[in-house]
């Protein structure tokens, strides 16, 4: 009986690791780290599965792959790609030319066996050796960047328990999760938090889709800013939405004036609140729920080693920051850009990541680029940060804050 994973992969200490897990998981594996060997070897041993990195010498991966699913005698074989070469287009020519899945290097190695299983099925020896991963929290980006137009959404962000559906702000993004809500009919107790009143994350509050439907409890909180209470500012969002969605609003709304501190907004969910580092009173978040900590962060400037000693906004946040599985970080600058910005309230990439190191984060998105940044432009200040997390031998697993990005922690 042939072995039931191939994997492919140059980098003898990535390849070798992707062969441990599976194996520990209890898959019969076999690791080759030349790409010339790959199409024999998929014929003579026909595994199930075949795990490619991209960038090898040689034949690279997405090669291989269109020549595995050409090739009418193994075309059936299933193919996971798991590479460091994260660009959009890579992803999609994998996904055309027939790859079932897409993995970002560094991946999660307490979750990688799990996603293999979802594609190939558990080993031959039966799933007892495969742990079963818990989802205990879903994290979509529905916006991201500093302010619309050209197709640019702006903040909104979910976070899903089992139980209960949290967003963060309302900027044009809160169209698209309220369509989405609406329609999966799953949620009809809804908290949105909103970190200020900046109009990139109110502007689209007035037009969200649950907000028109009876039997659901619209739960809002933010801060109260001296120039607009957060009941002022809910009002003007709906006013100002009647001429786009005319429908009366149905849906039980109730506010929640919130200041730096903690709240216990549910039995098994609790929510801290902090003053972020940006013009205007703005609150950042942190939501602890199912052993988790998801932090939100769109908008603050971090002093990084710059701070002076009467500086010490870096060390309160970090405090709470401090081992959160995921960071939802502001960066809005690259760093060429930062130095024309800086004491303006947004942060620059590296400053973000090593924030996110020092702290010993999970996972970090990168938020808020400003909306002058082309979508090659990302690309490159992802690179750039991979680049920067592998030279300082960090696993941190750091992404751009695109709408579409599904996370779960």
Not at 137 to 156: A, H, V, Y
Not at 263 to 284: C, I, Q, R
Request: hydrophobic letters at 35%; charged letters at 25%.
């Amino acid at each position: 009986m042939g072995i039931e994973i191939l994997i492919v992969d140059d980098d003898p200490i990535g390849g070798s690791l992707t062969n441990t897990l599976l194996q520990e998981a209890g898959y019969d594996t076999q690791l080759i780290t030349d790409s010339k060997l790959a199409m024999d070897t998929v014929k003579n041993e026909r595994p199930g599965l075949v795990v490619l990195d991209i960038l090898m010498p040689g034949i690279d991966g997405l090669t291989l792959c269109h020549m595995i699913k050409q090739d009418p005698g193994i075309r059936d074989t299933k193919i996971i790609m798991v590479s460091a070469k994260t660009f959009q287009a890579e992803k999609q020519r994998a996904l055309r030319y027939g790859a079932n899945l897409f993995i970002e290097k560094p991946y999660n190695i307490e979750t990688f066996a799990h996603q293999v299983t979802e594609v190939v099925g558990p080993p031959r020896g039966g799933s007892a050796s495969v742990k079963p991963v818990e989802t205990a929290l879903n994290i979509q980006i529905w916006g991201s960047r500093s302010s619309g137009g050209q197709g640019l959404k702006t903040p909104c962000v979910s976070v899903e328990t089992p139980k209960h559906l949290f967003i963060f702000d309302a900027g044009t993004g809160i169209l698209d999760a309220g369509s989405e809500i609406t329609r999966a009919a799953r949620h009809k107790d809804i908290w949105v938090l909103l970190s200020h009143y900046h109009p990139a994350h109110i502007e689209a509050l007035g037009r969200f889709a649950p907000s028109r439907q009876g039997g659901v409890q619209l739960r809002i909180g933010g801060p109260t800013d001296p120039d607009k209470s957060l009941s002022d500012a809910v009002r003007d969002a709906f006013e100002a939405s009647f001429d786009a969605l005319p429908q009366p609003v149905a849906a039980q709304i109730q506010l929640y004036e919130l200041q730096e501190g903690h709240y216990d907004l549910l039995p098994e969910v609790k929510l801290s609140a902090f003053y972020a580092n940006h013009p205007s009173t703005t609150l950042g978040f942190v939501l602890d729920a199912e052993g988790r900590r998801v932090v939100y962060c769109p908008d603050c400037e971090l002093y990084g080693e710059s701070a002076s000693a009467m500086q010490d906004y870096d060390e309160k946040v970090g405090h709470l920051c401090h081992g959160a599985d995921l960071l939802i970080q502001d960066a809005r600058w690259t760093d060429a850009d930062y130095d024309a910005h800086k004491n303006e309230g947004h942060s620059s990439a590296s400053s973000a990541i090593d924030f996110a190191v020092r702290h010993e984060v999970g996972h970090l998105l990168l938020f808020h680029q400003d909306a002058s940044y082309s979508d090659p432009a990302l690309e490159q200040m992802e690179a750039a940060a991979r680049e920067t997390l592998k030279s300082r031998g960090s696993r941190l697993d750091c992404r751009i804050a695109r709408p579409g990005l599904k996370l779960s922690v």
